[in-house]
């Protein structure tokens, strides 16, 4: 295969987003931080660490990130068993896999999180690599995710398309040479995604699937 389809998970082919908006929120309550639901919902799509320093700002005690971190992903976790894969994601990948397109998956989950990702999508018979946060220094907008998914399928910037939900997605993208194509199911507007680098955008995973034959993943 000498063309890759690269996605994000959260929020582009499973139904997360909102509640990793209440957990990072309750999280922050119980460390004592107010922090508006509106404001984390901006910053979903960023690595822990990242979304933290976003929303809290670089003169935060930083000694409570990895408390934080591990207040969402133990409130995060109790989801595990139900994550909600959009409809016809897992379709829309093994397409994707039967036109000749090497599918890599570019996300800041890893472990155990990946795993329920995984699983909810249903389509581990599609999907080429997964590049995950063990496996970068930097996540997203760093274009870090997205090269190292290129190499992961031996594919060439010129030759890939990164769809994703968010705006950080949509950097990332950009910055590492690929074409961008956005969903609006994470719940971002189409205007940001444009001024983030998008070059289509389609409602969810069906309706990207539903216009293939005339889309960037032709």
Request: hydrophobic share 45%; charged share 25%.
């Amino acid at each position: 295969m000498d063309r890759a389809a690269v996605f994000d998970v959260d929020g582009t082919l499973v139904d997360t987003n909102h509640l990793h908006v209440v957990t990072w929120w309750e999280a922050f309550r119980q460390a004592g931080h107010r922090v508006p639901m509106h404001a984390v919902h901006r910053a979903v799509g960023l690595g822990s660490t990242d979304l933290i320093a976003h929303l809290l700002g670089d003169d935060r005690d930083k000694e409570q990130d990895a408390e934080l971190s591990a207040a969402h992903t133990a409130l995060y976790g109790q989801y595990f068993q139900r994550l909600p894969a959009f409809e016809d994601a897992g379709r829309l990948l093994r397409r994707l896999h039967e036109n000749e397109w090497a599918v890599v998956l570019a996300t800041s989950a890893s472990g155990p999180e990946l795993s329920a990702l995984r699983r909810a999508i249903d389509a581990d018979d599609a999907i080429t690599a997964t590049a995950s946060s063990d496996d970068v220094a930097e996540g997203k907008p760093s274009p870090e995710p997205v090269e190292h998914a290129l190499e992961l399928a031996g594919v060439d910037p010129g030759r890939a398309v990164f769809v994703g939900d968010t705006v950080w997605d949509m950097r990332a993208g950009s910055r590492a040479g690929v074409r961008c194509v956005g969903v609006l199911c994470g719940g971002i507007p189409r205007a940001d995604l444009e001024e983030a680098g998008a070059t289509a955008v389609y409602r969810d995973p069906a309706h990207l699937l539903a216009s293939l034959a005339d889309g960037p993943l032709a």
